[in-house]
């Protein structure tokens, strides 16, 4: 094997693992933020939270990492497209490790529930997160928006953006955003 291919195989291993990393561990910080705060509330859905959360970060993290390499398109294109999968990836683990565990091959089935409902709020995402576009902190702060009025039960006193105010979301989603496209650009977090 070339040592081209190495390097490049090496660059697209650490590149999708710190920003898949990334992605999970802001969409548990943010779930469990957003949980503290409405889970009391009676209609609060925590998966729904979750899935609207990791959909919506999965998003943010592709769309920032395919900036980041705009230099290289073909390297932008397959880790977007591998990032974007991320919710779905993650839903085929839980369901596999469920099987696994309750030696119920059954479960299979329950994935294409699932991965049909994932598809819908993940389209929702991409669509407002557009292609070649950096999700900084503007863009961000009118998708939150969004995203709280989907995750939060209906018939509450205050406005989504109200919520949001309340809320340290924001400047922790803009970091993860601004972090994987300093790696992507130097491959490495910067110091």
């Not at 990334?22 to 949980?35: I, N, Y």
């Not at 959909?55 to 592709?62: D, E, F, R, S």
């Not at 509450?156 to 105010?165: N, Y």
């Amino acid at each position: 094997m070339p040592d081209s291919f190495v390097d490049s195989g090496a660059r697209v291993a650490q590149l999708s693992t710190f920003a898949a990393l990334g992605a999970l561990s802001c969409t548990q910080d943010t779930t469990h933020t957003v949980l503290s705060e409405i889970s009391s509330i009676e209609g609060t859905e925590p998966d729904l939270v979750a899935e609207e959360t990791l959909c919506l970060l999965a998003t943010v993290t592709a769309r920032a990492m395919a900036v980041g390499l705009r230099e290289q398109p073909e390297l932008a294109e397959a880790l977007e497209a591998v990032l974007l999968q991320l919710p779905f990836q993650y839903r085929d683990y839980l369901i596999g490790r469920t099987m696994v565990e309750q030696e119920d091959p059954e479960l299979a089935a329950t994935g294409e529930a699932v991965r049909e409902r994932l598809a819908k709020k993940q389209r929702f995402y991409e669509t407002h997160f557009p292609e070649g576009q950096f999700p900084g902190p503007r863009a961000l702060g009118d998708k939150l928006e969004l995203w709280m009025g989907r995750v939060s039960p209906p018939g509450l006193p205050t406005t989504p953006q109200e919520r949001l105010q309340q809320l340290p979301i924001q400047a922790p989603i803009v970091a993860h955003a601004k972090l994987v496209l300093a790696y992507a650009r130097q491959g490495e977090v910067p110091g």
